[in-house]
C-alpha cells in the first residue's frame, strides 16, 4: 500500500458509518409515508445512482467499476452470513 493508498481506506472508513447513518434515517422516514417501501426503494435508488456519478467523475471509470464490484461482493458475503 502506498501513503494514499492508505489515506484513501482511512477516509472512507471515517465516512463509511455517517453516510449510511444518514441514508437510514432518510429511507426509515421515507417508510411511514404512504407507498413507503417504493419510496424508500427509489431514494436508496438515487442515492446510489449518485455516488456512482460522482465515483465515475472523481476515479474514472476503471476505479469506479472495481469499488462497484468490490462493494457488491461485501453485499454478498454479508447476506451469506446473515442466511
Known sequence: MTADNDLIEHLRDEEHAP???????????????????????????????????????????AETIRQLRRIADQIEAQTRRAN
Open 19 to 61: 453516510a449510511a447513518n444518514a441514508i437510514a434515517q432518510r429511507i426509515e422516514a421515507i417508510e411511514h409515508l404512504p407507498q413507503g417501501p417504493l419510496r424508500a426503494r427509489l431514494c436508496a435508488a438515487a442515492h446510489l445512482m449518485g455516488g456512482y456519478q460522482m465515483m465515475q467523475l472523481l476515479e474514472g471509470d
